[in-house]
């Protein structure tokens, strides 16, 4: 009788050995550590600055009635408003982040551990905030400059799918 070992398209492991995880998503998941502790730090930070922002807008706008067009755009009425949102929505948008960046850091310890799961939890965490703006603040917030919050969780959205055969437990 022929006894066959069990391989996988990824690994072919022996048996108690674990899979070594591929540099791909060791440098992915130490990067969206650090990702998640610098935005949670930020998100923090806005938290406490958001109204002297605001109040520094309004006090802006009443200086740029001399200035060029180009300088006027950037304190437009729809930017203004986008900031007293902002303002008034700071603590649920606070914490949404918060919590987005927990997911993010939990699904790639999960992630470094090979678990499937660890992907879906970095992607619920790394979309929630994105998600919470559009409620709290409205799409015009994603409008402009604002479309580079989109660039990194897309950027890393494809990384991890192209790298995610590893994940198989």
Do not use: H
Not at 19 to 25: E, F, G, R, V
Not at 37 to 64: C, G, N, P
Not at 135 to 141: A, H, N, R
Not at 153 to 160: A, E, N
């Amino acid at each position: 009788m022929s006894t066959t070992n069990q391989t996988n398209d990824v690994f072919d492991l022996e048996d108690g050995q674990k899979p070594a995880m591929p540099t791909s998503i060791n440098v992915l998941t130490i990067l969206t550590m650090i990702g998640s502790a610098i935005f949670a730090i930020m998100s923090l930070w806005t938290y406490f600055t958001v109204e002297k922002s605001y109040k520094t807008m309004l006090e802006s706008r009443d200086k740029l009635a001399e200035a060029p067009a180009w300088a006027k755009k950037l304190m437009s009425p729809e930017m203004i408003e986008n900031a007293r949102k902002q303002m008034e929505n700071k603590l649920p948008i606070m914490l949404l982040t918060v919590v987005g960046c927990a997911l993010c850091l939990y699904g790639a310890i999960e992630m470094r551990k090979l678990k499937k799961q660890g992907f879906i939890l970095w992607a619920a965490g790394e979309f929630l905030p994105i998600l919470g703006g559009i409620i709290f603040v409205g799409v015009g917030s994603f409008t402009g400059l604002g479309l580079f919050v989109f660039l990194f969780p897309v950027l890393f959205l494809i990384l991890y799918a192209v790298n995610r055969k590893p994940l198989v437990y």
